[in-house]
């Protein structure tokens, strides 16, 4: 297993056990985490602290060039705003956990120039689908539908 | 003046009187201010709080139908995140302060259907020009450059 997608996925755990929306991820630099989260919407009742932002938002202010050496992990695929965070700061590369439950831009992204892979893990997958089922309100908040 | 880009000036002026970078945003649903904020980069170390994404939190968790029926003011064109985070909620209606110092994504946004109105604001280009003029790095840094 990847030690990054399992960090995220450690994230996305962390976030369940709070009784939040199971979404991680990390920001990876040179083989380095350098900045790890997960969803806050219930937690903090954020409308903007989604996994990759909260990541972003705890690695901090960075330089660009950090950034386009860097790559983020995510247990799922990123909405509309992860990826426009993604292509502000110009991080060149997302590994996706999975893409099954929600279908974020990993079009725009490709379209852009990221690379983008996914890894379709069945905890991810699980993860998803279990909270999905539980907490539809929740979730449909979190995608704004 | 329309009220709300005064709102959202009002904001801007208050970053940069906080030592910040002057770019203000109001949400407002059915004529009624639901959410104010302006970049909260220097003050309080934030890779994401950009103007709107500040509106947007201090707005707190708001159901689908409240987005949809919102507009939201930005003194400056919005960047890649925000305008994703547009997207994300189906915010219908963008009005912009300027595009003449920093030009967002407003053509991603038409083409999702968003009505992208610019005001080219004397008073938000002056606020830009002069904070680009005596801090470049921070504001390369604020758009990943």
Redesign the interface.
């Known amino acids: 297993m990847d030690p990054f997608m399992q960090a995220a996925i450690d994230e996305a755990q962390r976030g369940l056990d709070e009784g939040g929306i199971p979404i991680g991820s990390v920001l990876v630099h040179q083989g380095r985490i350098i900045g790890r989260g997960h969803n806050r ?1 219930v937690q903090q ?5 989604h996994g990759e ?1 909260d990541a ?2 705890n ?6 060039s950090v ?1 386009r050496d860097s790559v983020i992990y995510t247990t799922l695929s990123p ?7 993604i ?4 991080i060149p590369k997302v590994v996706v956990g999975e893409n099954q439950t929600f279908m974020g ?1 990993e079009e ?1 992204l490709r379209s852009r120039g990221v690379q983008v892979e996914v890894l379709q893990d069945e905890r991810c997958v699980a993860l998803m689908r279990t909270f999905i089922e539980r907490s539809p309100e929740l979730w ?2 979190d ?3």
């Open positions: 919407r009742g954020s409308a903007t602290l932002m972003l938002e690695a901090g202010r960075l330089p660009a950034y909405c509309s705003m992860c990826s426009g965070a292509l502000l700061y110009g831009e725009l449909n908040e995608i704004g539908e």
